[in-house]
């Protein structure tokens, strides 16, 4: 009997991470968490293991603590490759608390790559984001967009993230990663049993949408009305989270079948639809037949005006494709929140 190579997911129990171990564990592969369960709950585990059926090894621990994550490779001498999306990723916390940011979102990194190298685990799955390209001059984007100027302390640790990976990689011949530019995650994994729990007041625009409908927020603001787009709003691209951790298994698969062209390649994860912010309320309302109370207030500080991928590469290279429809992946956002309210 062969044995499944065991893949580290740093930041397993988040919301990205989570849905990464079900896709993994239903391709065929062992998995450990790494989480400090800083911004993530105990709980995530158990609804991991009731979809499919595999309790996840678990280890929680902060990955800035290099004596601790060295002990998880020491621990675990099957470890055969890594995921890493162990970070902070407020855009507004991170203007505010910089150094948090700076600390955890690259340290950790660095503290990852050292024990990879170290233990010759040799590829490397990256959580980076669309925000490298600020406001592209190009729309869609496509991968070849030259990276802008960061526009927060957070974007800014996904670029320098994105450039020690690439020096560390041309430092170690054995040493390959695939870095994955995220448009924007939304929904849940359709049995409902994980999904995204933003602690505090969500920031993002979807959870916002299902605490606003599940009458826990009084009022959804549209942040800014007078962008030069066609309604107004901003527009982006949103990915099923579900699609969005199936091409972690493939950019894996892609790296451990060594048919990667560069020792380092990223690739844009989203559907190559934009969707502007009053387009996506008007979808919510028809997917779940729930109303929404919204009103128009002004434009959020730092909101790139419209972004949508060029994901062309990662369907002809990786083979990986977008395949949920927004209305599904709104319900399922929905789905989710009624079960952790127990609306019914
Ligand atoms: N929005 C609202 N009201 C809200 C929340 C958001 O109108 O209550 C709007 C925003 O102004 C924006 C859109 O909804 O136009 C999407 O906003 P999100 O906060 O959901 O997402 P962002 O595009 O700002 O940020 C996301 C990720 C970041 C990542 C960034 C890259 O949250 O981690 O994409 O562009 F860096």
Redesign the pocket.
């Not at 995220?182 to 939304?186: A, M, R, S, T, W």
């Given at each position: 009997m062969t044995t499944a190579p065991l893949i580290l997911i740093t930041g397993g129990a988040g919301y990205i991470g989570s849905h990464t171990v079900v896709a993994l564990q239903q391709a065929g592969f062992d998995t450990i968490i790494v989480d400090d369960l800083s911004n993530s709950e105990p709980g995530v585990i158990d609804g991991i293991t009731r979809i499919t059926g595999v309790r996840p090894h678990f280890e929680q621990v902060d990955c800035c603590d290099k004596p601790a994550l060295a002990a998880v490779f020491d621990n675990h001498p099957a470890i055969t490759a890594a995921i890493h999306f162990a970070a902070s990723?407020?855009?507004g916390e991170s203007v505010r608390q910089p150094l948090k940011y700076y600390r955890n979102n690259l340290l950790s990194l660095i503290n990852l790559l050292d024990e990879m190298i170290r233990h010759h685990v040799d590829q490397l799955v990256f959580s980076s984001?669309?925000?490298v390209y600020g406001q592209p001059d190009h729309l869609p984007v496509a991968e070849d967009e030259p990276v802008k100027p960061a526009m927060?302390p957070?974007?800014n640790t996904?670029q320098i993230g994105e450039e020690i990976i690439r020096d560390a990689a041309a430092a170690n011949d054995r040493l390959q990663a695939v870095l994955l530019r995220?448009?924007?995650?939304?929904g849940a994994h359709p049995s409902a049993e994980i999904g995204e729990r933003p602690a505090g007041v969500?920031?993002?625009?979807?959870p916002?949408?299902t605490q606003t409908a599940a009458g826990l927020r009084n009022e959804?603001?549209?942040?800014?009305d007078d962008y030069n787009t066609p309604d107004g709003?901003?527009?982006?691209d949103y990915i099923n989270v579900v699609d969005l951790a199936k091409a972690h298994v493939t950019a894996l698969h892609y790296l451990l079948e060594r048919k990667n062209a560069q020792p380092v390649e990223a690739f844009n994860i989203g559907t190559g639809r934009g969707l502007s912010?009053l387009e996506?309320i008007a979808l919510f309302r028809k997917a779940t037949g729930v109303d929404l109370p919204a009103k128009i207030v002004g434009?959020?500080p730092g909101?790139?005006e419209q972004?949508w991928a060029n994901p062309q590469k990662a369907n002809d290279v990786l083979g990986w494709r977008a395949l949920e429809t927004i209305d599904d992946t709104l319900r399922s956002a929905w789905n989710w929140e009624k079960r952790i309210r127990k609306i019914t």
């Open positions: 990723k407020s855009v984001s669309c925000t927060s957070y974007g996904k995220y448009f924007n995650p939304i969500p920031q993002n625009l979807v916002f949408i959804l603001s549209i942040f800014g709003s901003c527009i982006r912010v996506l434009r959020r909101d790139i972004v």
